[in-house]
């Protein structure tokens, strides 16, 4: 059974930076063809993909939050990390990991509430 389980902050300050880890149990991140996927939802609105790094180390991004968003992994600790720079008003979200193979997302965090707050 795979579970992805979220640490990080729940409270960051306008202009920091929210990092997110997700350390993935039951299965390895290096296993192809597994994507592994940040997702958020902020109030009131639908699901936004954020961004995925593949099994084989390659990144994507979604365009439109590509300038402050990274992506990266540790496969020694079979962790995978959100960084979003500059952290903004319309950054307040739950975030997500997921995994995905193909079109399908089986296995989902919990989710983190992030709000943005001086």
């Known amino acids: 059974q795979v579970q992805l389980q979220e640490s990080g902050p729940g409270l960051v300050k306008p202009s920091q930076t929210l990092s997110l880890t997700c350390t993935v149990s039951g299965g390895s991140i290096t296993t192809s063809y597994y994507y592994w996927t940040w997702i958020r939802q902020p109030p009131g609105k639908g699901l936004e993909w954020m961004g995925a790094i593949a099994y084989n180390v390659i990144t994507y991004y979604n365009p439109s939050l590509m300038s402050r968003t990274s992506i990266s992994r540790d496969t020694s600790k079979h962790q995978f990390t959100l960084q979003r720079s500059s952290v903004t008003p319309e950054d307040p979200a739950v975030y997500y990991c997921?995994?995905?193979?193909?079109?399908?997302?089986?296995?989902w965090s919990q989710g983190t509430q992030v709000t943005v707050s001086k």
């Open positions: 997921t995994r995905r193979k193909y079109s399908n997302y089986d296995y």
